[in-house]
């Protein structure tokens, strides 16, 4: 690789960040909008933490930082709070965006309006952090949330060292969710909350005439027909009206003004007969309404009637059938709600319960359209929930993980206050600039390969297995310019040190000959992840990385090498890359490409990665959706009954291609809930495609 037109940066730009060994940073057209920050590393191995349970100890990540871009690093389950109010998943947050933050004012720190900045994402050892009140918050362990104490940290660092970490004795800022995070699940667009909706809405706030009146001028009779809808907020009216064309009634969208009006207002009309009766039909009480209906009701009733203001969330009508109906909905969603005596004019108010934690989980499962409803600028921090901390559990493996820089300095997850420093290292070890992001600041460490090999070499080195790519594929494009694999491959080899690579990355190719000999000295296995067939389809779940047939390429050339190449191939798509004949032809192109292991799963959509990958479903192929509504129900696997299916069709895949070996067998039974978990490394070719499990798992989904 030619780096043409390099620039070594000096002066305030080589200070962009201050990392400790920084020797330079280099830009270089051939990687636009991207620096390289050349450091001089003090140590090469990186120690598993003990309490993992991946069956390897060390690794080694030439660099930090990663060009790949995959959707794969950014599936974080996280709920960040917007400045209008929503609560977003953080993987959809972009630069740019407003969220809420907090400042310090006078005595009180209060909800202010923040710029997200800058994001990245990376793959770090994650951590639990569950509070009383039922909030969970998967993190790093350095990441840093507001106490009643101040700042702290999820967990101490793996050298022991003090800093200021979470106890049980500690409480956290916020309001929280209330409950854990899959519970915590947004309204889908639905027919039923469609329905929902309207009735809230309509019975609420719209007019319904259909009567027949005489004329005083000549005594005959004549008909009225017509629906109308006016409201001062925009966003509800046209979602009403939008709701309503979905079922074929179109409606006027016209000015209204009534005598004393304060605001401008508009209304939308129909007066036809059949929309009448079809409006009417909408707006019929079901016998046996679902939790959609109750959800779009309660959007509806609120968008009509609701008040949220001084820390009360109210309904507020004089028909006591909407007002039951409403509370019965909030009890059946989980929701603590009494209706209040009416006032002198005959109306009464259904409220909500539970104080802002109760109110923002509304917000969020229910799903209204007036967002001037959901202000929670200017108010103070106020933690009127049990935010102290239960437990803090290492989850012994590695996840994708996303952090955003905001001009506050801080932002609202899960309801907590959280610091600046999601899913990125320490000032300690990168000393990051808190606007640089993984996929534009790379660290790479240029003497790597002569710290390992003097690693290596200590009396005290007990030649355990080594793994490579378990964070940052090591021949991602920079390496073309680096080469530290080179140094790295015969250290580890000279040593005695049996390893493992994990790459989508054909620059493996380059070092072949290098693996060769390496395997003559100690254990080599090499594995690729391949799971994708269709180059259109692979392109929308994993842009910017090699297609499968460069990927078969690779797998052919490490086999031709006289290397065993494992394939990890997951996740299955059901109805995308499943059926037994896109099964069969992706396990007949890696026989015919050599591989020697081939390890399958279905999608797993856990809470946060399934709602994104609902919504990408929706999009792409949304003839599929209701399918994975029922194959998945409301939980994070598949049904048992597709898992047995795949993994027959699997079976019987690898028994035609040659591929039915017990380290397939295994992973099956590390990964499938239905089967024992058996936690011994085995050969390998195991302990590379599990440690490919932690990147791999969170996924586009």
Request: charged residues 25%; glycine residues 8%.
């Amino acid at each position: 690789m030619r780096w043409q037109g390099q620039a070594v940066q000096e002066g305030e730009s080589a200070a962009l960040i201050p990392l400790k060994g920084l020797m330079r940073s280099v830009r270089t057209p051939e990687f636009e909008g991207v620096t390289f920050h050349e450091v001089a590393a003090k140590t090469a191995l990186n120690k598993v933490p003990g309490q993992s349970n991946m069956p390897f100890s060390w690794t080694v990540n030439p660099t930090r930082g990663c060009l790949h871009q995959c959707v794969y690093c950014l599936s974080p389950e996280t709920l960040i709070l917007m400045a209008d109010g929503r609560q977003k998943l953080l993987r959809d947050v972009k630069v740019g965006d407003a969220v809420v933050g907090t400042e310090l004012n006078g005595r009180y720190r209060r909800f202010v309006r923040a710029e997200v900045l800058a994001r990245w994402g990376t793959e770090k050892p994650a951590f639990r952090v569950t509070l009383r009140d039922g909030t969970e918050i998967v993190a790093s362990g350095d990441h840093r949330f507001l106490t009643e104490r101040g700042w702290k940290y999820v967990a101490r660092p793996e050298d022991g060292s003090q800093r200021p970490s979470l106890t049980q004795n500690n409480g956290l800022m916020g309001f929280g969710l209330g409950m854990p995070p899959e519970q915590y699940v947004e309204p889908e667009d639905s027919a039923e909350y469609r329905r929902g909706y309207l009735t809230g809405m309509i019975r609420g706030d719209g007019m319904l005439i259909d009567k027949t009146y005489v004329r005083a001028s000549n005594g005959k009779p004549y008909r009225v027909t017509i629906f109308r809808l006016a409201l001062i907020d925009a966003p509800a009216l046209i979602r009403s009206r939008n709701f309503l064309a979905r079922v074929g009634i179109k409606t006027a969208l016209k000015p209204f003004i009534t005598a004393g009006q304060q605001r401008p207002m508009q209304a939308i009309y129909t007066s036809t007969r059949t929309n009448y009766r079809g409006i009417k039909q909408i707006i019929d009480w079901p016998e046996d309404p679902g939790s959609d209906w109750r959800r779009g009701y309660l959007a509806g009733f609120f968008d009509a009637e609701g008040s949220y203001s001084q820390g009360a969330l109210r309904f507020s009508n004089s028909d006591q059938e909407m007002l039951s109906r409403g509370l019965s909905a909030l009890h059946s969603l989980g929701f603590d709600g009494v209706i209040e005596p009416a006032n002198a004019r005959g109306i009464a108010a259904l409220r909500v319960r539970g104080g802002r934690t109760a109110h923002r989980r509304f917000f969020h499962m229910v799903g209204p359209s007036i967002g001037r409803k959901l202000a929670i600028l200017g108010s103070a921090v106020k933690t009127s929930s049990d935010l102290g901390i239960a437990s803090v559990e290492a989850l012994g493996r590695t996840e994708s993980l996303i952090d955003i820089t905001t001009s506050t300095g801080d932002f609202i997850a899960n309801g907590v206050v959280s610091h600046n420093c999601f899913a990125r290292k320490t000032h300690e070890y990168l000393d990051l600039d808190a606007g640089r992001d993984f996929d534009t600041q790379i660290i790479v460490k240029t003497n790597v390969a002569e710290v390992l090999r003097a690693e290596l070499n200590r009396p005290s080195w007990k030649r355990e297995h080594v793994a490579l790519g378990t964070n940052t594929d090591p021949y991602q494009r920079a390496e073309g310019r680096y080469q530290l694999m080179p140094g790295i491959i015969r250290a580890l080899a000279d040593s005695g040190t049996p390893f493992s690579i994990l790459t989508k990355g054909p620059l493996l190719k380059r070092d072949l000959p290098l693996l060769q000999e390496a395997a003559k000295q100690v254990p080599v296995s090499v594995a690729v992840s391949l799971a994708v067939m269709d180059p259109e389809l692979q392109q929308k779940v994993e842009p910017g990385t090699p297609d499968p047939r460069a990927r078969l390429n690779l797998i052919r050339s490490i086999t031709d090498a006289g290397l065993d190449c494992s394939v990890l191939a997951m996740p299955i798509l059901p109805w995308l890359t499943d059926g037994d004949a896109r099964i069969d032809t992706l396990h007949a192109a890696l026989a015919e490409a050599g591989a020697s292991y081939v390890t399958t799963g279905a999608l797993h959509l856990r809470p946060g990665a399934r709602e994104w990958f609902m919504a990408w479903l929706a999009r792409e192929y949304p003839a599929l959706v209701a399918k994975y509504r029922r194959i998945y129900g409301g939980g994070s696997y598949a049904s048992k009954e597709y898992r047995h299916w795949l993994a027959d069709s699997a079976r019987a895949a690898r028994r035609r291609h040659g591929f039915d070996k017990p380290a397939d067998l295994m992973w099956r039974e590390r990964n499938d809930p239905d089967s024992p978990v058996s936690n011994q490394a085995g050969s390998n070719q195991v302990a590379l495609t599990t440690a490919a499990a932690a990147p791999m798992q969170p996924a586009l989904f």
